[in-house]
């Protein structure tokens, strides 16, 4: 009874904040995947968390305060490294569910353990392990993630991301530990701020989402459509290419006209799927994506640094511009 009342709101807490997503970008693969590390990443902090004690010799009250968080919350975070740098998220709704996810699988192996050690059988510890450490494992690691995807989005310097996601995570956590408020007021507080705060970061999501998608596809489709008629050159787009003809051979030039053209053809396709996954449909997958992408691939390679940056008035290849040719593999 005691691990169920101690991991089930947490884990109701995720599926709530895997449905408040409309766009349905979370990929249930790397949800698990996510879970998985949660759990792993408690058992690593534990033996983290015992060897750096007998290292230091602190008090484990005193290391529960100030130490443990910030070993922990670097732990969880490190599956969020991960999958940002596999371009596996595109925005703030999906960080935060992975990052819960985590959170989530952390806290059920954390109480798992205190079950099995501790012998506390009152219900009401059990209960606040569940609605208060347990959420406060999830927030803390989804908070962080949103962090670092907001990082990613603006290209802020990963390091300083890095530093504020885990400083964020860490206050937060410490706090928790520190009780300064009474256990089961702190439990309240926890459960009645956290959907509050999801809640909004879901719908500030949404908005960019949408007009992410309706201002850039409409533009991309319509480039794309004068492109297709053999108009291209009539375009403001058009032109600026024409107009680096001084500064680059014919070769480039041509690389960087079919690499304008690929990348908005991938990039319309990109878009459809994610509107598709919004509306409960299947994506759709063409044969020759596979192809098309290394395509891509190459030609970004061959226009080089300085072609791309010369670009950057047409297309920025951003985190976000790569994330969403993900949704074509």
Not at 158 to 187: C, R
Not at 212 to 227: G, N, R
Request: aromatic share 14%.
């Amino acid at each position: 009874m005691e691990i169920v009342v101690s991991i089930f709101p947490v884990f109701l807490f995720t599926a709530f904040l895997f449905l408040l997503d409309s766009f349905k970008l979370v990929i249930k693969k790397y949800l698990a995947f996510a879970l998985l590390w949660g759990i792993a990443s408690a058992v690593l902090a534990y033996f983290c968390n015992n060897f750096i004690l007998d290292v230091a010799r602190m008090k484990p009250v005193t290391y529960s305060r100030y130490l443990a968080p910030v070993v922990e919350e670097t732990i969880k975070l490190l599956f969020i490294f991960l999958i940002l740098s596999r371009k596996r998220i595109g925005f703030m709704t999906d960080a935060a569910i992975y990052g819960f996810a985590v959170g989530a699988g952390f806290a059920l192996a954390e109480n798992i353990f205190f079950l099995k050690t501790a012998g506390n059988s009152n219900l009401l510890v059990w209960i606040i392990r569940g609605l208060g450490t347990a959420t406060m494992h999830g927030t803390c690691t989804s908070l962080a993630s949103i962090i670092l995807i907001g990082g990613k989005s603006r290209n802020t310097s990963f390091l300083l991301s890095i530093t504020l996601a885990v400083a964020t995570a860490y206050v937060i956590h410490s706090a928790f530990n520190h009780f300064y408020v009474n256990p089961i007021w702190q439990t309240i507080a926890i459960i009645i701020l956290a959907p509050v705060l999801f809640i909004l970061i879901f719908k500030l999501t949404e908005t960019q989402l949408q007009k992410w998608l309706e201002i850039e596809f409409s533009s991309e489709i319509e480039l794309l459509k004068m492109i297709n008629q053999g108009r291209f050159l009539s375009t403001r787009s058009g032109q600026f290419l024409a107009s680096l003809q001084s500064r680059f051979t014919g070769e480039t030039i041509l690389d960087m006209y079919c690499f304008i053209s690929l990348y908005l053809e991938l990039s319309v396709k990109a878009k459809r799927n994610v509107m598709l996954r919004e509306n409960g449909f299947p994506v759709m997958a063409e044969k020759d994506t596979g192809d098309k992408l290394l395509e891509l691939k190459q030609l970004r390679k061959r226009i080089g640094k300085v072609g791309e940056l010369t670009l950057a008035p047409l297309i920025r290849m951003n985190y976000r511009s790569l994330w969403k040719l993900t949704y074509l593999e």
